[in-house]
């Protein structure tokens, strides 16, 4: 098993810039992607950003431009970095794990919430 290990700014203000990290722990070696997922009230979880260990990156329409996911010197540990931070970025983040080099859905984390203030 998985289990991963989210943290991060709950509340930020608009315009500023958010980084939420999170770190693999159990089965690691079987991970190949990384990813955050969000989900705002009353709509869909959708991706935000994912990376796999082959070196791909892949950003949701909604942020692209605004959001950078990277490594960092653990490997199985990302960073999300979310700059011009509006409003509707105000959501529950979810890290997500994946077996293979796809959108990752195989593992999530809890959740955390970030609520961006005008």
């Known amino acids: 098993q998985v289990q991963l290990i989210e943290a991060g700014r709950g509340e930020v203000q608009a315009g500023g810039s958010l980084v939420l990290s999170c770190r693999a722990a159990?089965?690691?070696?079987?991970?190949?992607?990384m990813g955050w997922y969000r989900q705002a009230p009353g709509k869909e979880r959708e991706l935000v950003a994912s990376?796999?260990?082959?070196?791909?990156?892949l950003y949701g329409d909604s942020v692209k431009g605004r959001v950078t996911i990277s490594e960092t010197h653990y490997k199985y540990m990302v960073h999300l970095q979310i700059d011009r931070l509006v409003p509707e970025d105000t959501a529950v983040y979810y890290c997500?794990?994946?077996?293979?080099?796809?959108?990752?859905?195989?593992?999530w984390g809890r959740g955390t919430q970030v609520t961006v203030s005008s």
């Open positions: 990376l796999t260990y082959g070196g791909s990156t």
């Open positions: 159990g089965s690691i070696d079987s991970i190949k992607t």
């Open positions: 997500a794990a994946d077996r293979l080099e796809r959108p990752p859905s195989d593992f």
